[in-house]
């Protein structure tokens, strides 16, 4: 049996038989097989630290704690390695077996806060420790916490986010209270295969560092490829990664009009979802198959490579419109979501280009969206930064990252509480 499953699910069955063309959502779901899941795959994880003057206090007591709580958890095949930058960069612990805890723990407590902050020279640093440990039935990640704006190098740490995924590395980058630049990490995320997070008290990094390392311990596949093989005068239109987060994916097409996109690793414990957006072609009453659905991806653990699932998709055309007033609720709540998601993202687009009016507007409409799905929290934020730009003031950090970051992971809550009440 394989070791991933996958499913897939139409925003309707029966589409209709008529002399126009029609949008259908496909949501394709990646999620672990029933026999012998592999677990426990080590990792080679640098942890990539910000250790700026801004760090003082709090947050740095708060982060060495952190970083030795994921020292006692590794295993004698784990390897890590702990760069720290401010302005200048610091290699604190060669790639390494932690054959040694409490030497490493000691070096940790040596951590002082200095200097300003710049990402990319340590960006560089940490995917050289890493590749000093990489090997085939090994997860590389590099976990980057900051507090800071990092300082006229956002293309370069873009560009070594890229060159991370290419080594097989993928980032999770997180920030730090409401001085650092959102976009810039979300970016590094997206690009290198990983997620973004933010913290918004000290306390909590403990939270995300625990939460990191028992998602690497859940790693069951890596170089996770889907393929979607679309028949001819179907076109595809947006493609979203919606499953652990909401991402742009674009149209994602590869040759001949398919849908391809690379995916990263796949957590046993969360999976991996898509949502695809297809234009029909007209077509008389029958069955039409809309394509075909691959999911290509290595089990390191089991020497495993290129392994493959695939699915026939196939939707029917009907003049019978009972038929084809029925819709998918599972599907029609997830594109709701990304519409809330897609709303907020232009709203602040549009405020950072200075458009307060389109901006104030989008906004509101995203608090109604949001309340709406039920997110009364998410939707006063959304408000009272309308509020704000239409009393002639500007979006508050603390607000933005909000919106940006919560919003990304609305599917994630609805398709977890979906799967549990199965």
Same mark, same amino acid.
């Given at each position: ?26 949501? @394709? ?11 426990? =795959?080590? &990792? ?11 760090? $003082?206090?709090?947050? @740095?007591?708060? *982060? ?8 006692? !958890? ?6 890590? #390695? /702990? ?39 340590? =960006? ?31 293309? %370069? ?20 209270? $409401? ?11 997206? %690009? ?38 679309? !028949? ?26 398919? @849908? ?12 991996? #979802?898509?949502?695809?957006?297809? =234009? ?31 699915? $026939? /998709?196939?939707?029917?055309? #009907? ?18 979501? /990304?519409?809330? &998601? ?27 969206? *949001? ?25 508050? #950090? ?25």
């Amino acid at each position: 049996m394989s070791e991933l499953t996958l499913n897939y699910y139409l925003s309707k069955e029966y589409v209709s038989a008529s002399g126009e063309g029609q949008m259908l959502y496909t949501l @394709i779901e990646l999620g672990t097989g029933h026999a012998g899941v592999s677990k426990g =795959m080590p &990792f080679n994880l640098c942890l990539l630290l910000d250790r700026s003057g801004s760090m $003082d206090g709090k947050k @740095i007591e708060n *982060l060495k704690e952190a970083v030795k709580r994921v020292v006692d !958890s590794l295993g004698e095949k784990d390897r890590i #390695s /702990v760069v720290i930058f401010d302005d200048e960069v610091e290699v604190l612990l060669t790639n390494q077996i932690p054959s040694n805890k409490a030497e490493i723990k000691s070096k940790i407590d040596s951590i002082m806060p200095r200097g300003g902050t710049q990402i990319s020279d340590a =960006m560089k640093k940490a995917i050289e420790e890493i590749k000093k440990g990489a090997s085939a039935n090994m997860v590389s990640r590099m976990l980057l916490l900051t507090d800071g704006q990092t300082w006229d190098d956002e293309p %370069k740490c873009e560009e070594l986010s890229i060159e991370a995924k290419k080594a097989g590395i993928s980032i999770s980058a997180v920030g730090l209270g $409401d001085e650092w630049n959102e976009n810039l990490l979300i970016s590094i995320g997206e %690009k290198s295969g990983g997620d973004s997070y933010w913290i918004e008290n000290p306390e909590d990094i403990m939270e995300r560092f625990t939460s990191e390392v028992s998602g690497l311990r859940g790693i069951v596949a890596t170089n996770l490829n889907i393929i979607y093989k679309l !028949s001819k005068d179907v076109e595809p239109l947006k493609t979203y990664r919606v499953k652990p987060m909401i991402s742009d994916l674009g149209r994602s097409v590869a040759g001949n009009g398919n @849908i391809s996109v690379s995916l990263g690793e796949v957590d046993g414990a969360v999976g991996q #979802s898509l949502l695809i957006e297809t =234009m029909l072609p007209v077509k008389e009453a029958g069955r039409f198959r809309l394509g075909q659905i691959e999911a290509v991806y290595d089990v390191p653990s089991k020497g495993l490579k290129q392994e493959r699932i695939k699915a $026939d /998709v196939v939707v029917n055309f #009907s003049a019978d419109a009972a038929l084809t007033a029925k819709v998918n609720a599972k599907v029609m709540n997830v594109v709701e979501r /990304v519409n809330a &998601f897609k709303l907020q993202t232009r709203a602040l687009t549009e405020a950072r280009l200075g458009n307060t009016l389109s901006a104030t507007k989008k906004l509101q409409a995203a608090a109604t969206r *949001l309340l709406e799905l039920g997110e009364t929290e998410l939707a006063k934020t959304a408000k009272m930064e309308a509020e704000n730009l239409a009393k002639g003031g500007s979006l508050t #950090s603390a607000g933005t990252k909000k919106l940006q970051y919560e919003t990304r992971r609305l599917t994630r809550k609805l398709l977890d509480e979906i799967e549990a009440g199965k």
